[in-house]
């Protein structure tokens, strides 16, 4: 441990919750260089959703290799990223009647956020973009300054703006397409006419943060009648996370652009892309860059993992067992602990459970890490403990991991009652 602790940066976080070295992943599965496995109900934060090491999609990119396909290529055309825009097409786009054109971005999520807002900015001639509380949209300026958590905001170390803050569904009461709605309306409001809306559906970071049906009607509707654009943020939510392959199918409603990172890549390769409306495609070529747009291998094993797992709805209804699976164990520990818990939340496979405070929480992650299992926290106060394993998890690899968590809970709940009396 001792390189890390004198070479590598104090930024990271991951590890000082988790410190220990792993060398070897399958599946669900990571295993640390003494042979000790843990379950992995993190998963790369969304960025593996079919797990470590998926069998069908390392073949295909080792069989790539091997044949010394194209690895780095710019934005030259490239026979793996024909295969990728065909199999967007065919399995996901055609079968939902989505008509966008794919923008190649730099590899990572803020990168395609920061696109994305440039891009609605430059069509409508307007700077500001409405984002909404408890929202996590990445680090970069533009983005951070979307994001809400104060934490990350903090590291920026310049005046953060261009963004109009509305409340997220349900939060605190507050009716904030209301106020959104009302402002707009409202010459004398003080509110600059918005280039766009950006959101997540289900908000990660923020605590699982549900938004309804209803609620993204609404937006939508809002959004129409002002010219406003529509962004959805589905980088954390998509690609099956919630249920569907886009977190915004169950509200019938058709965003003007997506951002797509994380498990867009299908086996935890970066890769990063924004789905826009063929008539908001008015980049001059070359005006948002990136060396690393052409990641030739992550479209190999993105064209795979569409192939492999959206081609029928078998997948779904996997998701949707296993969420059925997770949710039962949640709400009984929501029912037997009320000292511990508020809430469940999340949709999906996009679960977690609102504890009491943060404290709680971060009880639950550590006893889980000593008793075989990595799950995470999120939230305000990281007071939701976050269930985020790998789509792909077998019925009885989920029961495993359940059952950590509730032998944890019970441990945790012992000992804050013995301290009480």
């Not at 004198?6 to 000082?16: L, T």
């Not at 307007?126 to 984002?131: L, Y």
């Not at 008539?279 to 795979?304: C, I, M, S, Y």
Request: aromatic share 8%.
């Amino acid at each position: 441990m001792d390189i890390f602790h004198q070479k590598e940066s104090k930024v990271r976080s991951y590890s000082n919750h988790f410190p220990v070295v792993f060398t070897q992943a399958k599946g669900c599965w990571l295993e640390t260089e003494d042979g000790h496995k843990y379950l992995d109900f993190l998963s790369g934060a969304g960025a593996l959703n079919y797990g470590h090491n998926n069998d069908a999609l390392k073949q295909a990119l080792l069989d790539y290799i091997e044949r010394d396909g194209l690895t780095h290529g710019l934005d030259l055309y490239s026979q793996a990223k024909a295969d990728f825009l065909t199999a967007l097409t065919q399995y996901i786009l055609e079968p939902r009647s989505l008509d966008y054109k794919v923008q190649f971005t730099g590899p990572t999520g803020t990168n395609a956020v920061e696109a994305a807002m440039k891009l609605a900015r430059k069509v409508t001639g307007r700077t500001n973009i409405i984002a909404f509380t408890n929202g996590f949209h990445g680090c970069s300026s533009g983005a951070l300054a979307a994001t809400g958590n104060q934490h990350h905001r903090g590291g920026a170390g310049m005046a953060l703006s261009g963004i109009t803050r509305i409340p997220y569904d349900d939060y605190a009461d507050v009716d904030g397409l209301t106020l959104l709605e009302t402002m707009l309306n409202d010459n004398s409001s003080g509110l600059d006419k918005p280039a766009a809306v950006l959101l997540e559906v289900v908000q990660g970071e923020g605590g699982l943060n549900a938004a309804s049906n209803l609620w993204l009607q609404r937006l939508r509707r809002i959004c129409t009648a002002h010219g406003v654009l529509m962004i959805v943020d589905d980088i954390q939510a998509g690609c099956g996370r919630t249920g569907t392959f886009f977190s915004f199918e169950p509200a019938g409603i058709v965003p003007d652009m997506v951002t797509l990172s994380k498990s867009i890549g299908g086996y935890g390769l970066p890769m990063a892309i924004v789905l826009l409306k063929p008539e908001l495609d008015q980049w001059l070529p070359g005006e948002h860059n990136g060396t690393f747009r052409g990641n030739n291998h992550a479209f190999v094993t993105a064209a795979k993992a569409l192939e492999t797992y959206w081609a029928d709805h078998t997948f779904e209804r996997h998701i949707r067992q296993r969420s059925e699976q997770v949710n039962r164990s949640l709400n009984k520990a929501l029912d037997l602990y009320p000292n511990l818990f508020s809430q469940v939340k999340g949709r999906g496979l996009m679960k977690g459970i609102a504890c009491k405070n943060g404290e709680i929480a971060a009880a639950i992650s550590e006893g889980c890490f000593h008793d075989g299992m990595i799950i995470e926290t999120a939230g305000p106060d990281d007071e939701v403990v976050k269930f985020f394993c790998p789509l792909t998890i077998t019925e009885a690899e989920l029961a495993q991991g359940l059952d950590i968590f509730t032998g944890v809970v019970a441990e945790v709940s012992s000992k804050i009652t013995k301290k009480a009396s």
